[in-house]
């Protein structure tokens, strides 16, 4: 199995700004994915992100608004810019280990709150 | 779109068997059938997978059927712990398709 430590657990942002939110993992993974989770929703693939390449954008969400880096095989960022309320949300990322068949292990997730 | 149809909610009795149904009718050959169950306020938790035979772990057991169109998650002994809201995905290894439908929201009784 693998740890999936995001920082920051929470935040409260004022509109307009940009927050950046990383997500650790104790073992190499092969694929990262970001999710949205709106309040008593499920969750909604933003990007597919694998190191050395371009992150993959789900429709609806484009590089501009949630830039993501991938510079190694433990670590990922995920950047909401220009922030409005209706990016109020909870961002979790998971990671797919190297030599697993499929299994996806998540973070707690960012609780983010736009003011 | 979601590949899977999972009813939206569904109560389960402590200590008996909790059994989630999941369709997915247009699964293809390479497609693995997931389970992920989310507990409020926490990340999805991976529970169960298997391809085409039936699996099982120390958390589920996972029965697929013969001609791989729908699936089913077996909790044996439900506790009230197990009350979350559980995701059945279907997914080729390492693709970029890794959607959550709106899942089964069980709620494990007293």
């Known amino acids: 199995s693998a740890v999936i430590s995001q920082k920051p657990s929470r935040d409260i942002c004022q509109r307009g700004t940009s927050l950046t939110i990383q997500c650790q993992v104790d073992?190499?993974?092969?694929?990262m994915f970001w999710y949205r989770q709106q309040p008593g929703q499920s969750l909604t693939l933003i990007a597919t992100?694998?190191?050395?390449?371009?992150?993959?954008?789900e429709s609806g969400f484009v590089i501009d608004k949630f830039p993501i880096s991938r510079p190694n095989l433990t670590f990922s960022t995920l950047t909401v810019s220009n922030m409005s309320p209706e990016d109020s949300s909870i961002y979790l990322c998971?990671?797919?280990?190297?030599?697993?068949?499929?299994?996806?292990?998540f973070g707690e997730g960012s609780r983010l709150t736009v003011l | 779109d979601a590949k899977t149809t999972q009813p939206p909610s569904m109560d389960c009795a402590e200590g008996r068997a909790a059994n989630l149904p999941c369709n997915h009718s247009?699964?293809?050959?390479?497609?693995?059938v997931y389970w992920y169950r989310q507990i409020h306020s926490q990340g999805p938790q991976y529970i169960i997978h298997?391809?085409?035979n039936n699996e099982t772990n120390e958390m589920a057991s996972l029965i697929i059927t013969e001609d791989r169109k729908s699936s089913t998650l077996i909790l044996p002994h439900a506790t009230l712990r197990d009350t979350a809201v559980y995701y059945c995905?279907?997914?080729?290894?390492?693709?970029?398709?890794?959607?959550f439908g709106a899942g089964t929201r069980l709620t494990v009784k007293p």
């Open positions: 998971s990671g797919e280990l190297r030599g697993y068949t499929g299994e996806l292990f």
């Open positions: 073992s190499q993974v092969t694929m």
């Open positions: 992100a694998n190191q050395g390449s371009e992150a993959t954008y």
């Open positions: 247009t699964i293809s050959g390479n497609e693995y």
């Open positions: 298997g391809l085409k």
């Open positions: 995905i279907v997914r080729v290894v390492y693709n970029n398709d890794m959607r």
